[in-house]
Each structure stands twice: as C-alpha cells, then as structure tokens.
C-alpha cells in the first residue's frame, strides 16, 4: 500500500455515513475524505482491493460508489494508471442572449483559451447540412471540428458545417471562426440555439477527458446573416460539470430561451 493510501486509511475503523444503499454510504465517504483534505487534486484513490478490505464490502460495492463519483466529475479514471481525484473545475457562465464566439466569450472572462483541430475540410453534403444550409446540387460543404481547453482541461466539442462558397479554406481559419467570417462580411447577426441534454458516448467523453455516460448538454445553433441566410450550422457538445447557460428573462418581453444549468 502506497504512503498516499495509508494516510487515507489512518483514522482506523471505517464508519460508513449511514441512509441508502450501501455503495452511496461509500461514496459519501470517499466524498467526506477528499473534502477533509485526507485525499486532494491529482492524488491516487486507493486500489479496488485495498478499499474493498478495508471498508468491509464487496468490489462490486467499491465499483459503482467509484463510477458514480467517476460521473460526477470529483475523480477521473485514467487507463492503466487508476482513479484519481479530478482538479477542481472553474464553471463557466454563458450568456443566451448574445451571439458570440467561444474565443471572444472566453476572452470576456479572461479566460485563456486553446483549440485543436480535429478536422478541417471540404465535403460532399450530408441531406441535413444541405436542407439547413440552403445548398444546391453539385455544392459542397466546409466542416471544422475543435475541441476547446482552458489550459489541459477540454470544456466542449464543437462541429460547424457552412457553405464551401462561405468558406472555401477552413485551413485559413486561426483562432476564430467568427473572426474569420467578419474579415468576407460573413458573420452571422443572429442564431437559433436548441440545448438538450445527453450522456456522452464513448469518443466524446475520451475527448473531454470524462467517463462515459457523464452528463453533456448538446447544443445546436444555426446562425443567420442579416438577410436571413443562414450562414453556419454548429452542433457542440459541452461538458456538464464545467457549463452553466443562462438567460435573463423580463416580464413582458417576447418568450426566449430559458436557462439550462447543469
């Protein structure tokens, strides 16, 4: 047992909180450990066995109380090296009810942000991206895929489709696609914006760096230009731990989009 697992076995017999199943009881446990400090950021959790015999239940039991902290983003799971207790996440606040970019939306909060690109290209059209899009026959599309960061943590997954005649090099884009359509005339002045919730399949929680099935909020946005063409086609996924939207609503005013926090 290593140094780390003995501290967090040091105050002898182990007491379960008591009230629901008994993997809850443990989880709250572990839970109490990592508040009290017995356990921080970045340290191993004791083995499956090790917590299993100490605690007096099943690996079973230790299992799940470690899959659902595993979900609720207090540890992270890292293949072939074990369960370790996940850095505190810094949420952020998105506004509803302005149309900006994620670059400019991070900057805002001072926040310092990176993307890497996971594709960037010219396609023949899906019928969805032609239909929202507007396209004709014989029009090809320009997909760009990022996965954005603060630092090493991914926040979110994002997915525009726009038209090859928009953007005809996705290769030309730097930081800012937005930035980049403003340069053509080509920004978009409004959006439409559907947020659900989802449980993340297995190549997007590897992406964002969270078990699968952790809670996402999928949002897709179709932006429009002033003239009421529809300009970009965006589907994201966003981490749930790390997201809060928001909107202000007023009395009066014309229904809008309600807030979805996670």
Avoid at 244 to 262: C, H, I, N, Q, Y
Wanted: charged share 25%.
């Amino acid at each position: 047992m290593t140094e780390l697992s003995n501290s967090f076995f040091s105050a002898g017999p182990v007491v379960l909180p008591q009230g629901g199943p008994l993997y809850l009881q443990l989880k709250r446990w572990i839970e109490d450990a990592i508040h009290r400090g017995d356990i921080g950021a970045g340290d191993a959790l004791p083995s499956e066995r090790d917590l299993a015999a100490k605690v007096d239940v099943s690996r079973v039991t230790v299992r799940k109380a470690v899959l659902q902290l595993v979900q609720d983003g207090i540890l992270v799971q890292r293949h072939g090296s074990g369960t370790f207790v996940a850095p505190q996440t810094q949420r952020v606040e998105q506004s509803l009810s302005q149309l900006t970019s994620f670059t400019e939306d991070m900057a805002r909060r001072g926040m310092a942000v990176r993307a890497e690109w996971l594709d960037r290209g010219i396609y023949l059209p899906s019928p969805e991206e032609t239909v929202i899009l507007g396209l004709s026959a014989g029009d090809h599309v320009a997909r760009i895929s990022r996965l954005r960061l603060t630092g090493d943590m991914p926040l979110a997954i994002e997915r525009a489709s726009l038209s090859a005649q928009v953007l005809p090099d996705p290769l030309a884009i730097e930081d800012s696609l937005y930035r980049h359509l403003d340069k053509s005339g080509n920004r978009p002045t409004r959006a439409i914006q559907r947020i659900r919730a989802a449980n993340l399949d297995a190549a997007d929680a590897q992406l964002l760096q969270v078990a699968v099935g952790s809670a996402g909020l999928n949002i897709e946005r179709t932006s429009y230009l002033a003239s009421g063409r529809v300009i970009e086609f965006t589907r994201s996924i966003y981490r749930g731990d790390t997201y809060d939207f928001v909107a202000e609503l007023r009395l009066g005013d014309s229904p809008t989009t309600g807030s979805s926090k996670t």
